[in-house]
């Protein structure tokens, strides 16, 4: 298994640590400036025509609060809001009973939509449209349906993979928000608000530090942060970059955010296989590590911090991936970066 230091999805552990750091309006939100401007509208303009607010997808990477922004969605509009997810919605008769139980004006999370069954998804296109359900009753020639009336409600839902929701499904939505990747400065906002609730004093150079670190991501800031605290409490060390950069060091971060398994994929291309192109399936069993871990956690970081690229022949480092590794055979095969 990969570190968890780093990988954006949730441990099932941290859940309750991150409610606790949320932020509660799009006023506190960090981040996100164009999607939180557009919430912003969205929100206002059902309010001012007294009417629940258009179906909204959250659509990006994990760990970037699309989570944060459905819970924020329902304290924004006054109502209620009731949370789901995909793979837990497997069968038509388990949306059914979750859409029944709505009151008027609720908000529905369903985190993962993408892995919901697709008879589900089916019934969901009439719920979205019209706010109302089909409900079969009886079997073979005798089989009936029943529609039922469902209250006016709001489905925000958040997917990793839009690519792989189905065309109807995503046209039903009125707004789609696509959140980034996190700049520095933001991030150093983040950790900012989390190190005063979490009561942690620390200097704005370790801040940025941390920042730099975390891959983009909120999550992994406030996981290292977390990190940090306990280093600092156990070493009664300085909270400044000196100790932030110690404590960065024993958990296997490096200075461009990489750990332990990074550093593995990237210096078997760059060594062992002299820079590539390598196949994920030699490459995952040159490291001891699971293919689909390289591919979902691993790979997407190091592509977008352009240290290895993909090509038709397989996994290849590109010069600063190289460097990264401390290769000295920089003519590798690249075509394709």
Avoid: C
């Avoid at 209620?80 to 009151?103: E, F, K, M, N, T």
């Avoid at 150079?205 to 306990?230: F, H, Q």
């Amino acid at each position: 298994m990969t570190d968890p230091l780093t990988n954006p999805a949730a441990t099932p552990d941290e859940l309750a640590f991150e409610g606790a750091l949320r932020p509660t309006s799009l006023a506190e939100f960090v981040g996100q400036p164009k999607v939180r401007g557009q919430l912003e509208v969205l929100l206002q303009a059902a309010r001012l025509q007294e009417r629940t607010p258009d179906h909204i997808l959250l659509a990006g990477p994990p760990g970037l609060g699309k989570t944060t922004l459905a819970t924020i969605i329902g304290a924004e509009t006054g109502r209620p809001i009731r949370y789901s997810s995909g793979p837990a919605i497997q069968h038509a008769g388990d949306l059914a009973a979750v859409l029944s139980a709505l009151v008027p004006g609720e908000v529905l999370f369903v985190d993962e939509i993408h892995r919901m069954a697709r008879s589900a998804e089916e019934m969901l296109y009439l719920a979205m449209e019209d706010f109302r359900i089909d409900i079969m009753v009886g079997k073979g020639a005798g089989a009936a349906s029943i529609p039922l009336e469902l209250a006016p409600f709001t489905l925000v839902g958040a997917t990793t993979r839009s690519g792989m929701l189905p065309a109807p499904l995503r046209d039903r939505f009125g707004f789609t928000a696509h959140l980034e990747f996190y700049e520095p400065d933001d991030l150093e906002r983040v950790l900012a608000r989390s190190a005063r609730l979490l009561d942690v004093e620390i200097e704005r150079a370790a801040l940025a530090e941390l920042a730099r670190r975390s891959r983009g991501t909120p999550r992994i800031a406030n996981r290292l942060l977390r990190r940090v605290r306990d280093w600092l409490l156990v070493h009664a060390g300085s909270s400044d970059l000196d100790g932030v950069r110690a404590a960065l060091e024993l958990y296997d971060v490096d200075e461009a955010g990489l750990d332990r398994i990074d550093r593995a994929v990237l210096h078997a291309i760059a060594h062992r296989f002299r820079g590539g192109p390598v196949g994920l399936s030699t490459l995952a069993a040159a490291i001891g590590e699971e293919a689909d871990t390289i591919e979902s956690v691993v790979e997407p970081f190091l592509v977008r911090e352009g240290l290895i690229g993909r090509t038709p022949r397989g996994r290849v480092a590109t010069p600063a991936g190289m460097r990264h590794a401390g290769a000295q055979h920089l003519d590798a095969t690249l075509d394709g970066v």
